[in-house]
Nanobody, 124 residues
Framework: QVQLVESGGGSVQPGGSLRLSCTASGYTFKHNTVGWFRQAPGKGREGVATIYTGVGATYYADSVKGRFTIAQDKDRNMVYLQMNSLKPDDTATYYC?????????????????WGQGTQVTVSS
């Protein structure tokens, strides 16, 4: 049974940083697409970043480009989302997802496995 677990969320002031972690059990991050999505209250789900594991190719939504970095730790079978220069608009529940389609021009929301989410709140 595949299980994805996110951690690292919390409350931070504007301009601050957080690092989200995604740990997988029953699944190996190897030659597959892993993504981070977010959903704010009253809004639809938004793709934030994806990585094609093994190769290391990445893609970012325009809203986070230059501020967020997605990375893989192959030894620990984890995927991270480093979030810098956080803004109040980044406030949302963040989800890790695996087994989706890779594209170098968009984030395709067709992932099979999802975590339960971790809350990120950016507020002064």
């Amino acid at each position: 049974q595949v299980q994805l677990v996110e951690s690292g969320g919390g409350s931070v002031q504007p301009g601050g940083s957080l690092r989200l972690s995604c740990t997988a059990s029953g699944y190996t991050f190897k030659h597959n697409t892993v993504g981070w999505f977010r959903q704010a209250p009253g809004k639809g789900r938004e793709g934030v970043a994806t990585i094609y594991t093994g190769v290391g190719a990445t893609y970012y939504a325009d809203s986070v480009k230059g501020r967020f970095t997605i990375a893989q730790d192959k030894d620990r079978n984890m995927v991270y989302l480093q979030m810098n220069s956080l803004k109040p608009d980044d406030t949302a529940t963040y989800y890790c997802a695996a087994e989706g389609s890779w594209s170098d021009s968009e984030i395709v929301d067709d992932f099979t496995y999802w975590g339960q989410g971790t809350q990120v709140t950016v507020s002064s």
